[in-house]
């Protein structure tokens, strides 16, 4: 559609931007010789011409201006930075700058310290359940019910017979050994548990 309007504007010598149709312009110049190799030729010449002597006039104007500058002794930085002259801070000055700037400090260091407290947490946080926490499915955040045992299944774990085991002095001593190491490890355990609930 926008096509079909942009050829009939073409064709039918409607003006685009500016005032003017792109074919007849076209045809003027045409017409008029500005697409002739000898005329194009010339005016690339006289493009690059005008080109030159514009740069040679510019570092003419930046020559005189330079020299303009030296011979009367005008310094460009109190040109250019008015403010730029040194001069000592007041009393007022030093205080303020004093102040931001351990009020900047104490910023970072409260950050610094949080940032290690919470590193501190993430380290101390226990990665095993200590059997009081419910466990939790893997795909909801609901708790998981226990399921109650039916009567049959109560009465057959009643019927389980118990086989008496003959035990070495040796391997009474290495159980009791291993009992004694649980213990100390749930004892640990329970310590680590305390102290990570009291944490703040």
């Given at each position: 559609?926008?096509?079909?309007?942009?050829?009939?504007?073409?064709?039918?010598?409607?003006?685009f931007?500016?005032?003017?149709?792109?074919?007849?312009?076209?045809?003027?110049?045409?017409?008029?010789?500005?697409?002739?190799?000898?005329?194009?030729?010339?005016?690339?010449l006289?493009?690059?011409?005008?080109?030159?002597?514009?740069r040679k006039?510019?570092?003419?104007?930046?020559?005189?201006?330079?020299?303009?500058?030296?011979?009367?002794?005008?310094?460009?930085?109190?040109?250019?930075?008015?403010?730029?002259?040194?001069?000592?801070?007041?009393?007022?000055?030093?205080?303020?700058?004093?102040?931001?700037?351990?009020?900047?400090?104490?910023?970072?260091?409260?950050?610094?310290?949080?940032?290690?407290?919470?590193?501190?947490?993430?380290?101390?946080?226990?990665?095993?359940?200590?059997?009081?926490?419910?466990?939790?499915?893997?795909?909801?955040?609901?708790?998981?019910?226990?399921?109650?045992?039916?009567?049959?299944?109560?009465?057959?774990?009643?019927?389980?017979?118990?086989?008496?085991?003959?035990?070495?002095?040796?391997?009474?001593?290495?159980?009791?050994?291993?009992?004694?190491?649980?213990?100390m490890?749930?004892?640990?355990?329970?310590?680590?548990?305390?102290?990570?609930?009291?944490?703040?």
């Open positions: 559609m926008e096509k079909e309007i942009t050829l009939r504007m073409l064709f039918g010598g409607q003006s931007r500016f005032g003017v149709n792109p074919i007849d312009d076209f045809h003027d110049k045409l017409k008029n010789g500005y697409y002739r190799p000898d005329i194009v030729k010339m005016k690339s006289l493009r690059r011409t005008l080109k030159q002597k514009y006039n510019q570092r003419i104007n930046r020559f005189n201006t330079l020299k303009k500058l030296l011979s009367e002794g005008i310094d460009l930085s109190k040109i250019a930075l008015p403010m730029s002259n040194h001069f000592d801070p007041t009393e007022d000055m030093y205080r303020e700058m004093l102040l931001s700037y351990k009020i900047k400090q104490k910023k970072i260091e409260q950050e610094k310290e949080q940032i290690r407290l919470d590193l501190m947490k993430e380290q101390i946080k226990p990665a095993v359940s200590f059997g009081n926490e419910k466990k939790r499915s893997a795909t909801s955040d609901r708790f998981r019910v226990k399921r109650t045992k039916t009567e049959e299944e109560i009465v057959q774990e009643r019927q389980i017979e118990v086989e008496p085991i003959s035990l070495t002095a040796d391997e009474i001593l290495m159980a009791e050994e291993g009992q004694a190491a649980a213990a490890l749930l004892e640990i355990m329970s310590d680590v548990e305390e102290k990570y609930n009291n944490s703040p």
